[in-house]
């Protein structure tokens, strides 16, 4: 859209002067598609519950009203329900927060090694019992950035679930560490990567799994208890860490996720060996 607004009283010598204001109506439209969409798809994704909720209210008031067996099978399924809920809505509000944030840098310094390893030490029994083993490919020392340790955690957390939940059971997760160096650029980073053995991703899936609720199988992630918005939580964080989030996935052989986060380098001081 161009408008144009006569202005009279310019310094312009007598001649009027015009503003003219350029406004992209499809970046625009295109925003309001994204808004309508998220807003059709979040009410979709908690009236599925809320319906069989409703459904087992029923039942429970009428046909199983004295039938204790099926009362009990009942409401562990309503509650596994509300649970989902729960999830749902944390996860929302996680994502508004979030994106609230995006455009302000983080000027904490943190160790993304003490937090790798405590995600592993925290993730490994649950995960041990579901037949993976997680391991950290790590050095003793620091990995320090500028960040917000509760989104960092959230980070960490969501990709060694997904690799845990989607790897399969008898595989390995591993969580690892580097420090690199970006080539255009010449800027020192940090890789954090998670790997795991699972079935991997299909090509034509890996551009849209940071979008709200895509999920490569609905059935298998609702199963897992997934709500279909933890990649596009840690893509925003990533953002507001001025990171880049790379998925890479063999179809057979596994997935790994790595972010890249700049490396907080304190001023005067030396750039340690990679
Ligand atoms: P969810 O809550 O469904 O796990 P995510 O946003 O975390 O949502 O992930 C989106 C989808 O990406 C998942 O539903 C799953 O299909 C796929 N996915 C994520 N991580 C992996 C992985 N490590 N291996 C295979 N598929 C994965």
């Known amino acids: 859209q161009i408008g144009a607004l006569p202005m009279p009283d310019g310094p312009g010598g007598g001649q009027p002067n015009v503003v003219l204001f350029l406004r992209d109506l499809t970046a625009a439209r295109r925003l309001e598609t994204m808004r309508v969409d998220f807003v059709a798809n979040a009410s979709h994704e908690l009236r599925t519950p809320l ?150 991703i299909a090509p034509e899936h890996i551009p849209r799994l940071t979008e709200r609720f895509y999920r490569v199988d609905v059935a298998s992630s609702r199963q897992q208890g997934g709500t279909g918005l933890g990649l596009a939580i840690v893509k925003h964080i990533v953002n507001r860490h001025r990171g880049k989030l790379v998925i890479e996935s063999e179809p057979d052989r596994g997935t790994t996720v790595r972010t890249l986060l700049p490396e907080h380098q304190p001023v005067g001081a030396a750039a340690p060996d990679a």
Do not use: C, W
């Open 51 to 200: 319906a069989s909720l409703l459904g087992f209210i029923e039942t429970l008031q009428g046909p199983a009203k004295a039938d204790a067996p099926a009362r009990e099978k009942f409401l562990g399924i309503m509650k596994a329900q509300a649970q989902r809920m729960t999830r749902l809505i944390d996860d929302l509000l996680s994502l508004s927060r979030i994106e609230l944030r995006e455009h302000v840098a983080p000027t904490q310094v943190v160790d993304l090694g003490q937090i790798a390893r405590q995600m592993v030490d925290m993730q490994g029994p649950l995960a041990r019992e579901r037949g993976v083993e997680i391991t950290l490919e790590a050095s003793d020392a620091a990995y320090p950035i500028l960040g917000e340790r509760d989104e960092l955690v959230r980070v960490v957390e969501n990709l060694v679930e997904n690799a845990v939940k989607y790897g399969g059971s008898g595989g390995r997760v591993v969580v690892g560490l580097e420090r690199t160096v970006r080539s255009a650029s010449g800027k020192r980073q940090i890789a954090l990567s998670v790997r795991d053995e699972g079935p991997g």
